[in-house]
């Protein structure tokens, strides 16, 4: 999934609980979500993957040596 994908779907879940309905429609589907909670945990981890790709790939690895152990 494309940075540009997650960002429209954060859109349209943020428009669907802003709204106060529960259904979110994207790529030609439509996603129910039970309860507001349901709906505030997809938020969120849309967020997450979100902030990931935009930090990029993995984490960098730096050695580290102590002297006299």
Same mark, same amino acid.
């Given at each position: 999934m494309t940075?540009?994908?997650l960002k429209s779907r954060h859109s /349209?879940?943020?428009a669907a609980r802003y709204s106060g309905t529960r259904s979110v429609s994207y790529d030609g589907k439509t996603l129910t979500y039970g309860?507001? /909670?349901e709906l505030a945990a997809a938020?969120?981890?849309i967020e997450r993957r979100i902030a990931k790709?935009?930090?990029g790939t993995g984490?960098?690895?730096r050695p580290h /040596?102590?002297?006299d152990l």
């Open positions: 940075l540009d994908d /349209a879940l943020l309860t507001d /909670a938020v969120f981890d790709a935009e930090r984490r960098i690895s /040596a102590v002297k």
